[in-house]
């Protein structure tokens, strides 16, 4: 099980970057110290603050030529990281 499964690439989350936050999209198990963790070994940055928001799916619907077919989008849980200062994490190096 990986903590973390995806960075967020966003307008608001690159704002923050410039500030030395980034943001990640988590499992929903994981806690704080589970996602520090995992940033520290990944990025080789030192994490000082660790935010998490838990939001749920969407509610979805689709019209089709027979019903409406109505559903609801996965859940998840984002956390905002904030590292040292001088510290950054470069998502584009190994593309």
């Known amino acids: 099980m990986s903590v973390l499964k995806k960075p967020l690439v966003t307008e608001k989350v690159s704002a ?22 995992a940033v520290e070994d990944m990025y080789g940055v030192t994490v000082e603050d660790v935010n998490t928001m838990t939001y749920q799916g969407k509610a ?18 984002k956390a905002i990281v904030t590292v040292a200062e001088g510290d950054i994490i470069d998502f584009y190096s190994s593309i």
């Open 16 to 37: 923050l970057n410039e500030k030395g936050k980034y943001g990640f999209v988590v499992d929903k198990n994981a806690n704080k110290v589970e996602i520090k963790k």
């Open 60 to 77: 979805k619907s689709r019209y089709t030529s027979a019903r409406i077919v109505k559903g609801r989008a996965a859940s998840f849980k």
